[in-house]
């Protein structure tokens, strides 16, 4: 009997995908993570299912920096009006960095540093208070809501106190105001000041706002008018259900320098 030959680029075909399958890891993964990574689906050899789905990726949420002034007006209104309800809405896509310092300066007399600031000694006091709730509370669930109800009193300075016990009840007042009055506050204002003379392009009026990094104008404009759909038109995942909602519009006149 004649016997059939096997070709040779079969034959080489055949031990590839053997040393294939045995050269794969070990699938320890539930099946919840096995389209995390194409590694995982390779293990698990589920590739052609997760290719099909994109393989999950991992997106950045969009970080909104604001540069700004404790007593400034345009600065409360952004930060009332538009930051703080757009961050409750869209907190899951979304990082805010607060940056209490604005247009004010700084100099250094004996090895410390003295700041003067636009709307004079009480919006420094105002400054350093927001500053030491956010070094004291470390969590923004927890320190920006105190410092949206501080900005949104009449008086952001008579209201620090009652908005901490209203939100912190646990966190005596002494806490922070130690840090107000130490060398703890003056050192983390001074690096506000560091941040703020950082910024390129060079700030020229506060509130400053940054997306991902970036100032421009436009952006500007665009957080001002409208930070909630600004936020869920630069977010490159799925979109949140509340994405689907409009914001209104709302702008102050800017602290100049």
């Not at 706002?209 to 869920?232: R, Y």
């Amino acid at each position: 009997m004649r016997r059939m030959r096997v070709p040779a680029v079969l034959v080489c075909l055949l031990i590839w995908a053997v040393k294939e399958v045995d050269a794969r890891p070990p699938c320890n993964y539930p099946p919840s993570q096995w389209c995390s990574s194409y590694q995982i689906a390779t293990a698990c050899q589920v590739e052609h299912k997760c290719l099909a789905y994109k393989l999950k990726k991992k997106v950045d949420p969009v970080v909104i920096s604001l540069y700004y002034e404790s007593l400034c007006e345009a600065c409360r209104g952004f930060l009332v009006l538009q930051l703080f309800p757009t961050w409750l809405m869209l907190h899951d896509i979304m990082n805010v960095t607060l940056v209490p310092y604005g247009n004010a300066m700084e100099k250094n007399e004996s090895g410390k540093w003295i700041f003067s600031c636009q709307h004079g000694e009480q919006e420094c006091t105002g400054n350093m208070i927001e500053t030491c709730l956010m070094q004291t509370l470390k969590d923004p669930f927890r320190y920006f809501p105190v410092i949206f109800c501080m900005e949104s009193g009449d008086n952001v300075l008579a209201a620090a106190q009652l908005c901490l016990k209203v939100y912190e009840p646990d966190v005596q007042w002494a806490n922070v105001e130690s840090c107000v009055n130490g060398d703890l506050g003056n050192k983390l204002m001074h690096h506000n000041a560091e941040l703020t003379r950082a910024l390129n392009p060079p700030h020229k009026y506060v509130p400053w706002i940054l997306v991902n990094g970036k100032h421009t104008e436009d952006l500007e404009m665009q957080a001002v008018n409208s930070l909630f759909n600004l936020v869920c038109s630069t977010y490159s995942g799925k979109k949140p259900a509340a994405c689907a909602k409009a914001e209104g519009t709302t702008s102050f006149p800017k602290c100049m320098i």
